[in-house]
């Protein structure tokens, strides 16, 4: 399973765009890469998937360079309510074998 | 849907005392994970099903930890006995293998408090 790396922690205000960017190296060929969202006291919430190029749905956009060592989850205009945990996660094409690492502590401010 | 149900949402109990935690998947989802999440060592997959049958458990930590699937409908997770090492929160998730994503929906999980 391709380990994967992500910033502890992110700032940004309302409004603004968020980029987090996810390193996985060791990506194999079946692998899928896919994010979620987890809040305080509850579980985490599916983003969105990819296997390469862009991905676009109504909450993010994903994405993923042609060598698909890394890939760039995108918040358009974040919220408070955007202020999460969020994990980038690499798996098979069952993504089943699921491996969460630390995520990225995103923080919205006012 | 209700999505995954999870029950009991709190449990506290003694330490040598037997936990079960028990889970509802999504009508028609195929697969169920249980996952464990502590601050110390994040969220781990503990055990996976796949049509009610046990695909990998390597993520369970010990004997003391077992996990049945008897149908489509219905999981349980069982400590025996219990530890206060193994308070944590524990997540079940389910997922379909038709679908375009996958996409695994999780459950709001049950605080665990081995005391």
């Known amino acids: 399973l391709a380990k994967t790396t992500q910033p502890i922690s992110m700032d940004s205000y309302e409004g603004q765009e968020v980029n987090i960017t996810c390193s996985h190296n060791?990506?194999?060929?079946?692998?899928?890469i896919t994010w979620y969202q987890q809040f305080p006291s509850q579980g985490p919430r599916f983003i969105i998937q990819?296997?390469?190029t862009k991905v676009t749905n109504e909450v993010a956009s994903l994405f993923i360079p042609a060598d698909r060592k890394s890939s760039t989850l995108s918040l358009p205009r974040v919220s408070l309510s955007d202020t999460a945990v969020y994990y980038c996660?690499?798996?098979?094409?069952?993504?089943?074998?699921?491996?969460f690492g630390a995520g990225t502590r995103l923080f919205v401010k006012a | 849907d209700a999505g995954v149900i999870q029950s009991p949402r709190h449990e506290v109990t003694e330490m040598g005392q037997e936990v079960t935690l028990r889970c509802k998947p999504i009508?028609?989802?195929?697969?169920l994970f249980w996952y464990r999440q502590t601050m110390m060592r994040g969220l781990e997959l503990l055990i996976y099903?796949?049509?009610?049958?046990?695909?990998?458990d390597s993520g369970m930590p010990e004997d003391r930890f077992s996990a049945k699937m008897p149908n489509a409908s219905f999981s349980t997770l069982k400590i025996q006995p219990s530890e206060p090492r193994d308070s944590a929160v524990y997540f079940c998730?389910?997922?379909?293998?038709?679908?375009?994503?996958?996409?695994?929906?999780f459950g709001p999980g049950t605080r665990l408090t081995v005391t």
């Open positions: 998730a389910s997922s379909g293998s038709t679908g375009e994503t996958y996409e695994q929906y």
């Open positions: 060791n990506i194999a060929t079946n692998d899928y």
């Open positions: 990819g296997y390469k």
């Open positions: 996660l690499v798996g098979d094409t069952g993504g089943f074998k699921t491996i």
């Open positions: 009508s028609g989802h195929d697969y």
């Open positions: 099903f796949n049509n009610n049958v046990p695909i990998d």
